[in-house]
C-alpha cells in the first residue's frame, strides 16, 4: 500500500514535467514581442519591447527558456503576478483559500445529495421525485455554469437583492481595513477565520455571499453524480444476487442499502476525477461572475494578459490535484471492491 | 398425503415495452410434504417465473395477477393453508429464507461480489434467528460475568434481553440503526457469523473460517453453488426450490450437489421442488414430475407412470427427444419454435407443434382431466373418455 502510494507521487513528477512543457510550448507560440508586451503598461514604454525581450532572453530557442524557468521555479521563484502586483507564490496562497472554502463547503453537498437523490430516484424509478431530479440534471448538465451563474446573480440580486456578490460586505470589509490588530487571517477563508477571531457577524456575512456561488456549483456538479448513482441503482437491483437476498428474507431497506447502494457506488467511485476537472471547470466561472477573487478568477484575468508566470503556476497546482484525486480514487476502490488489489 | 405447498391458477404477467408477456397461463400444482417435485419444460416455458411467483420475489415488470399459493406451513395444523398471495410484504420476508428457501441458476451471480461469504451466509441468520441468537449470547454473557458489569454492558445486556424476548422491540431496531450506538449488536454478529461457519463446514467445505472470510471472487463454482445451497438452509426451511441449480456446473459436480440435495432431504429439509433441464436427473431424484409448456402446466404424475405411460403429446415429444441407451428408431426434436408469449396461440398453446392438434384445439383451452392414479393432463384428446381409462 504504501509502496503503492510511494510510486505514485514518484509518477506524480512525471505528469507534472509532461504538463509544464505541454503548457509552455502552447505559451511559446506567441511572438516574444507579444510576450514582452505583457509588461508594457503605457504607450511610451513601448519602444522598451526590444529591451525587455533582450534582458528576460525571450526570443532564447524554446529548451533554454524552459531550463530557465525550472532553475527559478526550483529556487521557489515562481515570477511576478501582474494582477496581483506580488510575487505568484504569494498570490497563489493568498487566492486559494477563497476557492478552498468554496470547495469545503460544495464538495459534501455534492456527494452526498448527489449519491442520496440518485439512489432515491433509482430505486423509486419514474415516481414524482424521479422525474424532478432528471429536470435538475438536465438543467445543470447542458446549461453553461457562467450563463446558470449570471441568470441566478439576475434573479437573486439583481430582481429581489438578495444575495450580493464578492466575498464579504463592504462595511465588514471596511471594519477589517480600519482595525488590522482586531483581526488575524489564520487560514484566508473569511468564515473560519470569522469564527476563530470571534467575529460572528463576519462568519455569517461570508456564509451568505457564499450561498449563490455553491448553489450554482452544486447544480452544474451534481447532475453527473446523480445519474451515475441512479442508473448504477437501477442496474444492481435487477441482479441475480438481490434476488438471493429476497430470497433470505431481506427487507427492502437491507436490499437498497447494504447490498445495491455498496454495489452502485463503484461507477460513481469512478467518474469522481471527472467531478473534480467539472469543479474546477465551474471555480472558474463562478468566481468570475460572483465576482470572488480565487484562483479561477485569478486564471481568467491571468490568461487574457498573457500573464505566462501565472499560468504555469496554476497548472502544475492543477496537475497536483488530478493525481492526487486520482490516487484517492484508487484507494476508495479497492477499500470498497474485495476484486481490486493494488499493486 | 399432505400438502405442503399448493398453487391454483397462477397468473403472472410482464408489462414490457413489446406488450404484455403472459408468462403464467393458470398454473396449478402440488408439493406434497416430504416428496421431492420435479419441474421440466423447454427454456423460456416459465419454470423460474412459477417458483418466483410462489415466493413473491418477481422482479419488475412483472406482475402476480391471479390465483392463489396456499401454503401448509403451521407445524401443529398441517391441514390449515395460507394464501401467500394475501399476505403483507412483511409477512413474506418473514416466510423467505426460513421455511422456503430457493437455490438460483448461476453461482456466479447469485452471490453478492463484495460481502464476504461469511457475512451472506449470516445474513440469514441475522433475518430469522435473532430471538435464538439473541439467547445464546445472554446465557453466554452471564455466564463469563464475574466482575460486576460496567454501565455500557448493563446496557449491552438489556438490550440482548429485550431482543431474546422479542426481535421486534421498536428500541432494538431504533439502537440497531444509530451510527455507533448499534455496535452493541457485535455479539450477535459474531454468534451468527459462527452459524455461518458451522453450516458452511456442514455442506463439505473445507476449512470453513478461511472460506467464510473470503469473497465470491475467489471461489470455484462448485463451491459458490454451495454457499448459495448454505445460505438457504441456514434456517432449516421447510421447502427447498433448486431453480436449475447444477446446469451450469461440470458433470462431476453437479453429480455432488445433487447427492448433497439428496442427502439434505433425508436429514433437514420436508420437501424440494426442482426445476431441470434434465429428464436423467428427474428419473433418479423425484416422486412427482410436473411438464410446463409455454405458461401452462400440461401433465403431472409419479415419475415412473410419466416415463412409462406419457399421455401429452409434448410429454411425449420431450420423452423423445432424449437420447437413449438402447435407441430403436431416430433421434426425435420437437418441430416448430417455443411460441412467443406476447402474443400466444389461441386455444391449446401447443397446437401449432403438436401432432394430433384437433379443430377445437385452436379454439378452446384445454381443462385440466385427472386420469387416475394422481395423474391429470391437460389435452383434449382426453376430455371425451371416462376418467381413470385413457389410452392414447
Ligand atoms: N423480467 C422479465 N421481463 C419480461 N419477460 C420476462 C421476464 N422474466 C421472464 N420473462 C418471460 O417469462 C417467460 C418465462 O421465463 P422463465 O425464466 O420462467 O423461463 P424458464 O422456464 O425458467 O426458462 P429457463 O429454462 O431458460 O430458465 C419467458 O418467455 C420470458 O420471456
Ligand atoms: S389439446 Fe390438442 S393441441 Fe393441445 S396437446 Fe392436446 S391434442 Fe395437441
Ligand atoms: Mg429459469
Redesign the interface.
Known amino acids: 500500500m504504501l509502496t503503492y502510494i510511494l510510486r505514485r507521487f514518484f509518477f506524480l513528477t512525471f505528469v507534472l514535467f509532461g504538463v509544464s512543457v505541454l503548457l509552455f510550448g502552447i505559451l511559446m507560440t506567441f511572438s516574444p514581442e507579444r510576450r514582452a508586451a505583457a509588461y508594457v503598461t503605457t504607450p511610451q514604454q513601448a519602444k522598451d519591447i526590444p529591451r525587455i525581450i533582450q534582458q528576460f532572453g525571450l526570443d532564447d530557442p524554446f529548451y533554454v527558456q524552459y531550463v530557465r524557468w525550472i532553475k527559478e521555479v526550483s529556487r521557489g521563484n515562481m515570477g511576478w503576478s501582474l494582477v496581483a502586483a506580488r510575487p505568484v507564490g504569494e498570490a497563489f496562497w493568498r487566492y486559494f483559500p477563497i476557492t478552498l472554502e468554496m470547495n469545503l463547503y460544495a464538495a459534501p453537498i455534492v456527494i452526498f445529495l448527489g449519491i442520496w437523490l440518485g439512489s432515491v430516484s433509482g430505486i423509486h424509478r419514474d415516481s414524482w421525485i424521479d422525474h424532478s431530479t432528471r429536470i435538475f440534471a438536465i438543467i445543470g448538465w447542458s446549461l453553461p455554469t457562467f450563463l446558470f451563474a449570471l441568470v441566478l446573480l439576475m434573479v437573486f440580486y439583481g430582481y429581489f437583492q438578495m444575495f450580493s456578490p464578492g466575498v464579504l460586505s463592504d462595511a465588514l470589509a471596511m471594519s477589517i481595513i480600519d482595525h488590522p490588530d482586531q483581526y488575524t487571517a489564520y487560514t484566508g477563508m473569511l468564515t473560519i477565520d470569522g469564527l476563530l477571531n470571534g467575529r460572528l457577524d463576519i462568519a455569517l456575512d461570508a456564509l451568505h455571499h457564499l450561498v449563490l456561488p455553491i448553489l450554482t456549483y452544486v447544480i452544474v456538479v451534481v447532475a453527473l453524480n446523480m445519474r451515475v448513482m441512479r442508473s448504477g441503482i437501477i442496474e444492481e437491483l ?4 438481490v ?10 431497506r ?1 436490499i437498497h442499502y ?2 445495491a447502494r ?2 452502485a457506488l ?1 461507477p460513481v467511485v469512478t467518474v469522481a476525477g471527472q467531478l473534480v476537472a467539472m469543479s474546477m471547470e465551474g471555480s472558474i466561472a463562478v468566481e468570475v461572475v460572483y465576482n470572488r477573487q480565487g484562483i479561477g478568477w485569478w486564471l481568467a484575468e491571468s490568461a487574457t494578459q498573457l500573464d505566462m508566470p501565472v499560468l504555469m503556476c496554476i497548472c502544475l497546482f492543477m496537475g497536483v490535484v488530478f493525481v492526487v484525486t486520482n490516487l484517492t480514487i484508487d484507494i476508495l476502490y479497492a477499500y ?4 481490486i488489489r493494488l499493486n | 398425503m399432505t400438502p405442503l405447498i399448493r398453487t391454483e391458477n397462477l397468473v403472472t404477467n410482464f408489462y414490457t415495452y413489446e406488450g404484455v408477456v403472459r408468462a403464467l397461463n393458470g398454473v396449478s400444482l402440488v408439493v406434497d410434504h416430504g416428496t421431492t417435485f420435479g419441474l421440466v419444460g423447454e427454456s423460456g416455458c416459465g419454470k423460474s417465473v412459477a417458483v ?1 411467483s410462489m ?1 413473491r ?1 418477481i ?2 415488470p412483472g406482475r402476480v395477477e391471479g390465483g392463489r399459493v396456499v401454503a401448509f406451513f403451521d407445524p401443529r395444523d398441517k391441514r390449515r393453508g395460507i394464501d401467500l398471495l394475501q399476505q403483507s ?2 409477512y413474506m ?6 421455511q422456503i ?2 437455490i ?1 441458476q ?1 453461482p456466479n ?8 461469504i461469511g457475512d451472506q451466509v449470516a ?2 441468520f441475522l ?2 434467528k435473532k430471538k435464538e441468537m439473541a439467547a445464546a449470547v445472554l446465557a453466554a454473557m452471564d455466564r463469563e460475568n464475574g466482575r460486576p458489569p460496567w454501565p455500557l454492558g448493563a446496557f449491552q445486556r438489556a438490550l440482548y434481553a429485550r431482543t431474546a424476548v422479542s426481535p421486534r422491540d421498536p428500541l432494538v431496531a431504533l439502537t440497531g440503526r444509530l451510527p455507533l450506538v448499534r455496535r452493541w449488536q457485535m455479539r450477535l454478529r459474531r454468534e451468527a457469523l459462527r452459524r455461518s461457519v458451522e453450516i458452511i463446514g456442514k455442506l463439505g467445505i473445507p476449512n470453513p473460517e478461511a472460506v467464510a472470510r473470503l ?1 465470491p ?1 475467489n471461489l470455484s463454482g462448485g463451491m459458490k453453488q454451495r454457499i ?1 445451497i448454505a ?2 438452509l441456514a434456517c432449516s426451511p421447510l421447502l427447498l426450490i433448486a431453480d436449475e441449480a447444477t446446469s451450469n456446473l461440470d458433470v462431476t459436480i453437479q453429480a455432488q450437489i445433487l447427492d448433497l440435495l439428496r442427502h439434505l432431504k433425508e436429514t433437514e429439509i420436508a420437501s424440494i421442488l426442482l426445476i431441470t433441464h434434465d429428464l436423467g436427473v428427474v428419473a433418479e431424484t423425484c416422486d412427482r414430475v410436473g411438464v410446463m409448456y409455454a405458461g401452462n402446466l400440461c401433465e403431472v404424475a409419479n415419475v415412473t407412470d410419466l416415463f412409462n405411460a406419457p399421455r401429452h403429446p409434448y410429454t411425449r415429444a420431450l420423452l423423445e427427444a432424449v437420447p437413449r441407451l438402447h435407441q430403436d428408431g431416430p433421434l426425435r426434436s420437437i418441430e416448430g419454435a417455443v411460441p412467443n408469449l406476447v402474443n400466444p396461440p389461441a386455444g391449446c398453446r401447443f397446437h401449432p407443434r403438436c401432432p394430433e392438434a384437433r379443430a377445437i384445439c385452436r379454439k378452446h383451452f384445454p381443462e385440466t382431466v385427472h386420469l387416475g392414479g394422481d395423474h391429470s393432463v391437460a389435452c383434449y384428446l382426453y376430455t371425451d373418455r371416462p376418467r381413470g381409462e385413457g389410452a392414447a
Open positions: 435487477s441482479k441475480d444476487y434476488l438471493t437476498a429476497r430470497a433470505k428474507g431481506a427487507d427492502r437491507t447494504r447490498h455498496r454495489n463503484l470498497i471492491d474485495p476484486r | 418466483r415466493m420475489i422482479q419488475e410484504e412483511a420476508e418473514h416466510l423467505r429464507g426460513d428457501s430457493m438460483f448461476e451471480a447469485a452471490l453478492n461480489p463484495i460481502m464476504s445474513e440469514s433475518f430469522h469473497y471472487h448459495v445460505i438457504a
